[in-house]
């Protein structure tokens, strides 16, 4: 069955950076297009970066410039990396993929706080 496994959340100071990982099985990952989102406290689920087969990039205006998303196809694996991180960056942040339905991984929690 698919899997999503994230990875690398954790506390971080305003202007740090943090990289998540998410580790994916059970499905051919290369062909498939992979996603983040994240969830801050008393607020939807909102999209963050996502990453096509082919390595195209797209990314939220709120984290555009300062998040980047990657991904290793030999690895399985979908990177989040987060630079210049603010306050407002502390969420529990979720792997996604859709194959016939939605599929997410347990979620990770970013703190950013001084």
């Known amino acids: 069955q698919v899997q999503l496994v994230e990875s690398g959340g954790g506390w971080v100071q305003p202007g740090g950076s943090l990289r998540l990982s998410c580790a994916a099985s059970g499905f051919s990952f290369s062909i498939y297009a992979m996603r983040w989102y994240r969830q801050a406290p008393g607020k939807d689920r909102e999209f963050i970066a996502s990453?096509?087969?082919?390595?195209?990039?797209k990314s939220a205006d709120p984290v555009k410039c300062r998040f980047t998303i990657s991904r290793d196809n030999y690895k399985n694996t979908v990177y989040l990396q987060m630079n210049s991180l603010k306050p407002e960056d502390t969420a529990v942040y979720y792997c996604?993929?859709?194959?016939?339905?939605?599929?997410w991984g347990q979620g990770i929690q970013v703190t950013v706080s001084s």
């Open positions: 996604n993929v859709r194959i016939s339905m939605e599929h």
């Open positions: 990453i096509t087969i082919g390595g195209l990039t």
